[in-house]
């Protein structure tokens, strides 16, 4: 297999190489004094399908830039198929137009891609299901709950309930729920600002509870903080549990995430996380799933069986 890395994960493309048990093709990846970003394969990719690993981490657009030069010298190399292994997608929260006169960034990052040469995207729990919809090549798009599940069921959690802390994030939490065999419950958020969350109501019965809050983002940690404090102030259980895929961890999250005490935070690998960074943190990897997938793809397998065994 012909796997490169972009420069935003290396931890999480040695493991999955490593899973994978090929090495990393040999990619220069490098910045201009003026910060313009420079990419060259140092092996021939001709006629090859290629993958390249990228994720989106605090530093976004250079990520993006960065893998949009990779995807377009891969074709100008003469890549057979170059295959885009992008964990997370960065700009999928701006999936609409909720207010007048704002952009579709998620949908223009897709057609960039595409632009760029991308014939087909692998990516991990975005932000909503229809930004498959912005690319006209095939999308992956792959679910990170049963990893999630299997570690939480391996805690035989007293009476669980998993909380979507938004209305957006009901049908996600639902899945969650269902692979647990634990009950929902829905929180009704309300944002006055970007980053400044409120929780007005909460849908579903948490009174005694073990609760799960399950979100796919936890970006500055100010809506799980405050959907603990809605849990807490009407009667949950003690152990409550804060878990999401993407730990962007930008501005005050840790601050947020240390004052609200989480029994846990389990986060995946899906971007750079520091071990530690906050009390309780859990990272599940999801270097042996992407492995899987990327195997399958590899050999013309079906992706969707993955999810059966
Ligand atoms: C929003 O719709 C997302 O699903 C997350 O709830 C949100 O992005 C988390 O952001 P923050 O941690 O800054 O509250």
Redesign the pocket.
Known sequence: MHLFSGSSHPALARALAQQLGCPLGNVTLKAFSCGERYVKFEDSIRGKDVYLLQTGTRNPDQDLMELFLMCQAARLSFAKTVHVVLPHFPYA?QDRVAEPREPISAKLIASLLEHAGADHVVTLDL?SEQIQGFFSVPVDALDGRPIFAEYLKSKDLKDPVVVA??A??AK?AKKLADLMGADLAIMH?HRSA??T?EILEVVGDIEGRTCILF????????????AKQALVKRGAGKDIYAA?THA?F??K?IE?LTKAAFKEVIVTDSMPVKKNAVKGLKILTIAPMLARVLTHIESGKSVTEIYKK
Do not use: M
């Open positions: 929260r932000h802390p938004d957006g994030g996600r958020k970007h980053h969350a979100d796919d983002i936890i970006d500055t940690a100010g809506t799980l903080a405050k999401a962007v930008s501005g999250a947020n």
